[in-house]
């Protein structure tokens, strides 16, 4: 850690009001819905379509950076956009922070603390590799975050993503045992909601949301279950991750740019 104060990163930290407010936003059956930003003006388009909250997506944020998903970013470069977003909007800003970019908890919790966002995502698979990281070191790794910003005073949302459907580890029965489990353990260790990314199927996120002692964020994937629908099952929160920023640079950029090398008129589509 720097010799930062604790005072210093408490007061750049994002309020505790705003933090308090973003957390009760996780309501079961009343979904906090989150379509993933990507930088300060898309950040702004969400605030001002009326969301409560701006969530960013590590894989968007990361390709207009330059680089690909995977903590392949430098972290400066991350940790600069995250301060950039949350300067843009009056709303709290949770990030995807991947695994921390192998960063240690303490000093993990006091430059994110620097960017004043009010929550991020913590994985539990190598985002490089792929592979599964043992439960239990995980579930450490998360509680030293938890007692670092306690003790630098600061409180951010924790969303514990876990990877066992995303990454297909084991049975599909297997997937949700060893979701639930790591679900259990991540509450435990003082995250606030789980976020089983990859899971779809109905049946399996109401198991989910019975098994899991708390909050749970789903993918919005591509659009099999309406946000009415998941609100139905329990669900929490709802995410999008890089698929509206793929999708408006697929379909709208690529025609956009198409039309302009053939003569045509962009503006005309």
């Given at each position: 850690?720097?010799?930062?104060?604790?005072?210093t990163v408490s007061?750049?930290?994002?309020?505790?009001?705003?933090?308090a407010?973003?957390?009760?936003?996780?309501?079961p059956?009343?979904?906090?819905?989150?379509?993933?930003?990507?930088?300060?003006?898309?950040?702004?388009?969400v605030?001002?379509?009326?969301?409560?909250?701006?969530?960013?997506?590590?894989a968007?944020?990361?390709?207009v950076?330059?680089?690909?998903?995977?903590?392949?970013?430098?972290?400066?470069?991350?940790?600069?956009?995250?301060?950039?977003?949350?300067?843009?909007?009056?709303?709290?800003?949770?990030?995807?922070?991947?695994?921390?970019?192998?960063?240690?908890?303490?000093?993990?919790?006091?430059?994110?603390?620097?960017?004043?966002?009010?929550?991020?995502?913590?994985?539990?698979?190598?985002?490089?590799?792929?592979?599964?990281?043992?439960?239990?070191?995980?579930?450490?790794f998360?509680?030293?975050?938890?007692?670092?910003?306690?003790s630098?005073?600061?409180?951010?949302?924790?969303?514990?993503?876990?990877?066992?459907?995303?990454?297909?580890?084991g049975?599909?029965?297997?997937?949700?045992?060893?979701?639930?489990?790591?679900?259990?353990?991540?509450l435990?260790?003082?995250a606030?909601?789980?976020?089983?990314?990859?899971?779809?199927?109905?049946?399996v996120?109401?198991?989910?949301?019975?098994?899991?002692p708390?909050?749970?964020?789903v993918?919005?994937?591509?659009?099999?279950?309406?946000?009415?629908?998941l609100?139905?099952l329990?669900?929490?929160?709802?995410?999008?991750g890089?698929?509206?920023?793929?999708?408006?640079?697929?379909?709208?950029g690529?025609?956009?740019?198409?039309?302009?090398?053939?003569?045509?008129?962009?503006?005309?589509?």
């Amino acid at each position: 850690m720097s010799d930062m104060s604790r005072s210093t990163v408490s007061d750049a930290a994002a309020p505790l009001e705003k933090v308090a407010g973003l957390r009760g936003l996780h309501v079961p059956g009343a979904p906090l819905v989150l379509p993933n930003a990507w930088d300060a003006a898309s950040a702004r388009m969400v605030e001002a379509a009326g969301f409560p909250a701006v969530a960013t997506s590590s894989a968007a944020t990361a390709a207009v950076l330059g680089h690909d998903d995977g903590e392949r970013a430098p972290v400066d470069e991350v940790l600069a956009a995250a301060g950039r977003i949350v300067r843009a909007v009056r709303v709290p800003v949770t990030v995807d922070f991947e695994r921390g970019y192998g960063l240690a908890p303490a000093e993990l919790v006091e430059r994110f603390a620097e960017t004043g966002a009010a929550g991020l995502n913590l994985e539990d698979s190598h985002p490089a590799r792929g592979d599964m990281i043992d439960a239990a070191e995980q579930a450490d790794f998360l509680s030293a975050v938890r007692d670092a910003a306690v003790s630098l005073g600061v409180d951010l949302v924790i969303n514990a993503r876990t990877d066992s459907f995303l990454r297909r580890a084991g049975t599909p029965e297997e997937q949700l045992a060893s979701t639930l489990d790591r679900g259990a353990r991540y509450l435990a260790a003082g995250a606030d909601c789980v976020y089983p990314i990859g899971a779809g199927d109905p049946d399996v996120i109401r198991a989910l949301v019975e098994g899991v002692p708390g909050p749970v964020n789903v993918g919005y994937g591509g659009g099999r279950l309406t946000p009415a629908e998941l609100a139905a099952l329990g669900v929490a929160r709802v995410s999008f991750g890089p698929a509206l920023q793929r999708h408006l640079y697929g379909t709208f950029g690529s025609a956009m740019f198409s039309a302009v090398a053939s003569g045509r008129d962009p503006f005309s589509l």
